[in-house]
């Protein structure tokens, strides 16, 4: 049975930071991609960041480009996210999951991802003073 646990969330002053983390069991991280995603209150889910598996290339949504860090520790079958800078607008649901990335066709470098297979229930962020 695959199963994908999140934890690390919680409330976080703006500014602050926090790291995410996903167990992966039942499953081999290292030939799978995978990726965050999060739900704000009211709005549709969306991707955030999510890392391949093998190249490692990475793909982050572009509000967090530059404060939010995606990594893997396929040993342990873990997957990260790190999170700086947090903002009031960053509040949500974050999920973990198995992804597909799709590739822009000049670049060939990420543009986007979506989820597939297996989702973790989710771990609340709450950025707020």
């Known amino acids: 049975q695959v199963q994908l646990v999140e934890s690390g969330g919680g409330l976080v002053q703006p500014g602050g930071s926090l790291r995410l983390s996903c167990v992966v069991s039942?499953?081999?991280?290292?030939?799978?991609?995978v990726g965050w995603f999060r739900q704000a209150p009211g709005k549709g889910r969306e991707a955030v960041s999510c890392v391949n598996n093998g190249d490692y290339d990475t793909y982050y949504t572009n509000s967090v480009k530059g404060r939010f860090t995606i990594a893997r520790d396929n040993p342990h079958n873990i997957f990260y996210l790190q999170m700086n800078d947090l903002k009031p607008e960053d509040t949500g649901v974050y999920y973990c999951?198995?992804?597909?990335?799709?590739?822009?066709?000049?670049?060939?470098?990420?543009?986007?991802?979506?989820?597939?297979?297996?989702w973790g229930k989710g771990t609340p962020v709450t950025v707020s003073s």
């Open positions: 039942g499953l081999l991280l290292a030939p799978v991609p």
């Open positions: 999951a198995t992804v597909e990335l799709l590739r822009d066709t000049d670049t060939m470098q990420p543009r986007t991802c979506y989820g597939i297979d297996y």
